[in-house]
């Protein structure tokens, strides 16, 4: 059965950082595209970063580029986003998805499955 769990999320401060994580299990995930996605209350679901698990090619949506980083440990079956200079409307329920893409990594229909979610409050 495959899981993919995240841990990480918070209340913090703008300008403070966070660490989110995405632990997969169940299946190789060799040829897979990782994504992180958000929504915040009221509005539809948004593409954040993805990285392809095998060639570590990472992508990201405009407004955190510089300020977010995708990567993953493939030892540790693992999938992290470090987001820095965090800003209120950074607010939102993080999800961790993965599917096997061949292109539109921004698009959350490609991906197979999806954990629970972890909510990250930033107050200003």
């Given at each position: 059965?495959?899981?993919?769990?995240?841990?990480?999320?918070?209340?913090?401060?703008a300008g403070d950082s966070l660490r989110l994580s995405c632990a997969a299990s169940g299946r190789s995930f060799s040829g897979f595209t990782m994504g992180w996605f958000r929504q915040a209350p009221g509005k539809d679901r948004e593409f954040v970063a993805?990285?392809?698990?095998?060639?570590?090619?990472?992508?990201?949506?405009?407004?955190?580029?510089?300020?977010?980083?995708?990567?993953?440990?493939?030892?540790?079956?693992?999938?992290?986003?470090?987001?820095?200079?965090?800003?209120?409307?950074?607010?939102?329920?993080?999800?961790?998805?993965?599917?096997?893409?061949?292109?539109?990594?921004?698009?959350?229909?490609?991906?197979?499955?999806?954990?629970?979610?972890?909510?990250?409050?930033?107050?200003?």
């Amino acid at each position: 059965q495959v899981q993919l769990v995240e841990s990480g999320g918070g209340l913090v401060q703008a300008g403070d950082s966070l660490r989110l994580s995405c632990a997969a299990s169940g299946r190789s995930f060799s040829g897979f595209t990782m994504g992180w996605f958000r929504q915040a209350p009221g509005k539809d679901r948004e593409f954040v970063a993805a990285i392809r698990w095998s060639a570590g090619n990472t992508y990201y949506t405009d407004s955190v580029k510089d300020r977010f980083t995708v990567s993953r440990d493939n030892a540790a079956r693992t999938v992290s986003l470090q987001m820095n200079s965090l800003k209120p409307e950074d607010t939102a329920v993080y999800s961790c998805a993965a599917g096997i893409l061949t292109g539109q990594y921004y698009n959350s229909t490609y991906y197979r499955y999806w954990g629970q979610g972890t909510q990250v409050t930033v107050s200003s």
